[in-house]
């Protein structure tokens, strides 16, 4: 009888930052981000070259693995992320969006220099 105003501790809590970045997350997620480096490295090495499709085909290939690799593991952590923290869906698809549309730019600026 002494509280009258008792209330669940959690019931306003919102999640911490660190409570909604499960380790699965986080593992898929840094797997994505590594291949896409390993695209993105792979990729500059041919800017410029005059090379052979020849000798180009297998490096195409493993550039065009890397990056279906590093889409799907991106897909998957951002899915379980949702799922986990759905109010902060619009925030990381906003971030995604002007990465996207930074890399974009980026793409076409290095496309027309190297012509």
């Given at each position: 009888?002494?509280?009258s105003s008792s209330t669940?501790?959690?019931?306003?809590?919102?999640?911490?930052?660190?409570?909604?970045?499960?380790?699965?997350?986080?593992?898929?997620?840094?797997?994505?981000?590594?291949?896409?480096?390993?695209?993105?490295?792979?990729?500059?090495?041919?800017?410029?070259?005059?090379?052979?499709?020849?000798?180009?085909?297998?490096?195409?290939?493993?550039?065009?693995?890397?990056?279906?690799?590093?889409?799907?593991?991106?897909?998957?952590?951002?899915?379980?992320?949702?799922?986990?923290?759905?109010?902060?869906?619009?925030?990381?698809?906003?971030?995604?969006?002007?990465?996207?549309?930074?890399?974009?730019?980026?793409?076409?600026?290095?496309?027309?220099?190297?012509?």
């Amino acid at each position: 009888m002494g509280n009258s105003s008792s209330t669940t501790a959690g019931a306003n809590c919102k999640p911490s930052a660190m409570s909604i970045w499960s380790p699965g997350v986080i593992i898929i997620l840094l797997i994505g981000i590594f291949t896409f480096i390993s695209s993105f490295v792979s990729t500059s090495k041919f800017l410029g070259s005059k090379d052979d499709w020849v000798h180009i085909q297998a490096q195409v290939t493993k550039i065009v693995f890397y990056t279906i690799v590093g889409t799907v593991c991106f897909t998957i952590a951002m899915l379980l992320f949702y799922t986990q923290f759905p109010e902060g869906s619009m925030y990381v698809s906003l971030i995604i969006s002007c990465v996207a549309l930074g890399l974009g730019y980026c793409a076409l600026a290095i496309a027309a220099i190297s012509r």
